[in-house]
């Protein structure tokens, strides 16, 4: 009977001391989110008025032709307007690429090859297959090249040296070689992902397998711990969060990887053939948008990459 009470009392004890200490924690976290706002807007702000300052400067010149070819001599707000709606500017405003993005997603059908959102597809599908090949493979060659002294003396200085080779030289050699064995479309671009985010992944997951600390080790060997339990009890824990920050690497690199294995190949569909036919055709607003779409097309992958690290270090108990 005592020591139900003596429990229960401690129960509520430590309910009483969670409930008090969390919810100033909750409201200090909750302060701090909106404190941190201000700063990510004050530095939008501020890039988004160099960007129109530079698209200004950059644009004075094609706009004062034009003036002159009329005999008209503009204002200065005259001048500043006509800079900021040539149609093929040097530098476009971030308003012309807003509507560009607007026009080529939300008014053009997703099938239609105008549509951003088709192009968009097509260059996550390789870089999603190269991705998952180029992950997969890197925690399996990880696991080999800790299990194996001698493959990491013969295998991890040739991984690295792989990635001083730029891309841009590379991406054709690699379509070259498989265009010359009839293996065209997907492919390709997928394996040009798939090498830039091999090297990463197994960097990371061989250096997260030598993370833990050497007291836990002993620990293991004290409790008779087999190799193979101790990898998977103590190593491979270890790892997940060196895992998770190199697949945030990867799948970056994944996508301009087959963005870049668009340019080579002529694609008709794709960013890269979106920004291959916005030089040709001179359509620089044509070329900013493709690069928006890119770069917000990286946002939510890395995005995804970071939920997925949160609710595996939730369910492992090890979340901040």
């Known amino acids: 009977m005592t020591t139900e009470t003596v429990t229960t009392e401690a129960v509520t004890t430590d309910a009483g001391t969670v409930a008090t200490t969390t919810r100033p924690a909750a409201r200090r976290r909750a302060a701090g989110s909106r404190g941190d706002v201000v700063p990510v807007l004050a530095v939008v702000a501020a890039i988004i008025a160099l960007w129109y300052a530079g698209a200004v400067l950059l644009n004075a010149p094609l706009a004062s032709d034009a003036f002159s070819r009329q005999d008209r001599s503009p204002t200065a707000l005259g001048l500043v307007a006509?800079?900021?709606?040539?149609?093929?500017?040097?530098?476009?405003?971030?308003?012309?690429?807003?509507?560009?993005l607007w026009n080529s997603t939300a008014l053009q059908p997703v099938t239609s090859r105008r549509s951003l959102v088709y192009h968009a597809w097509v260059t996550?599908?390789?870089?999603?297959?190269?991705?998952?090949?180029?992950?997969?493979?890197?925690?399996?060659?990880?696991?080999?090249?800790?299990?194996?002294?001698s493959l990491e003396k013969g295998l991890m200085p040739w991984l690295i040296a792989s990635q001083t080779i730029p891309i841009v030289a590379l991406a054709p050699m690699i379509i070259v070689v498989l265009t010359a064995v009839h293996v065209t479309g997907l492919i390709p671009r997928a394996l040009i992902s798939t090498c830039l985010s091999l090297v990463p992944v197994t960097v990371?997951?061989?250096?997260?397998?030598?993370?833990?600390?050497?007291?836990?080790?002993d620990l293991m060997r004290t409790c008779n711990a087999s190799r193979?339990?101790?990898?998977?009890?103590?190593?491979?824990?270890?790892?997940?969060?060196?895992?998770?920050?190199?697949?945030?690497?990867?799948?970056a690199a994944s996508l301009?990887?087959?963005?870049?294995?668009?340019?080579?190949?002529?694609?008709?569909?794709?960013?890269?053939?979106?920004?291959?036919?916005?030089?040709?055709?001179?359509?620089?607003?044509?070329?900013?948008?493709?690069?928006?779409?890119?770069?917000?097309?990286?946002?939510?992958?890395?995005?995804?990459?970071?939920?997925?690290?949160r609710v595996v270090r939730r369910r492992m108990g090890t979340a901040r």
């Open 82 to 100: 006509a800079t900021l709606a040539i149609n093929r500017p040097v530098l476009p405003a971030p308003h012309q690429i807003a509507v560009e």
């Open 228 to 251: 193979w339990q101790t990898f998977l009890a103590l190593r491979l824990p270890s790892a997940v969060p060196f895992l998770f920050a190199s697949l945030k690497v990867a799948i």
């Open 124 to 149: 996550l599908s390789a870089t999603l297959l190269g991705f998952a090949v180029g992950a997969l493979s890197g925690i399996l060659l990880a696991a080999a090249i800790f299990h194996a002294a």
């Open 204 to 217: 990371g997951v061989v250096t997260g397998l030598r993370s833990p600390d050497p007291v836990h080790l």
């Open 256 to 309: 301009v990887g087959a963005i870049v294995g668009e340019l080579p190949t002529g694609a008709s569909a794709g960013l890269g053939a979106r920004l291959l036919a916005g030089s040709y055709d001179g359509e620089t607003v044509q070329i900013w948008a493709a690069l928006a779409a890119a770069a917000i097309l990286a946002a939510a992958l890395l995005a995804l990459a970071g939920a997925a690290d």
